[in-house]
């Protein structure tokens, strides 16, 4: 579990980008898809937060590209079940938010340019 965020904190911080399953966690969230769009949840930029504690447990924060989202429901289960089954992560925590709201400045350049936005 991730530790409660103190009041007053950002909520997005940055992420355990030195862990050694950072890597793994990024590649198995880009294996997601939010079902109306053809692109990754990770590439659209719904994962806000990925962090990774010393005993391997990771806490993801992501949000989705509305909140009335048909799939507002599965969509943690599903990140959780790609990120679960990687060697070395011990438990896996996903937190839905909508503050920061998602905008598609929050896509990446290769999201953007699938969709035809570059």
């Not at 799939?71 to 679960?84: C, H, K, N, T």
Request: aromatic fraction near 6%; proline fraction near 10%.
């Amino acid at each position: 579990m991730t530790q409660p965020v103190p009041e007053g904190t950002p909520l997005i911080r940055p992420s355990s980008t030195e862990h050694p399953l950072y890597e793994n966690i990024v590649d198995a969230c880009k294996t997601v898809f939010d079902p109306e769009i053809p692109v990754n949840i990770y590439d659209l930029g719904l994962i806000y937060t990925i962090a990774i504690s010393d005993d391997n447990d990771v806490g993801i924060t992501m949000t989705l590209t509305a909140p009335g989202c048909p799939v507002a429901g599965e969509m943690p289960g599903w990140v959780a079940d790609a990120v679960g089954p990687l060697e070395g992560v011990r438990q896996v925590d996903v937190e839905m938010t909508f503050e920061p709201q998602w905008g598609m400045d929050m896509m990446s350049d290769e999201a953007r340019l699938e969709l035809g936005f570059m």
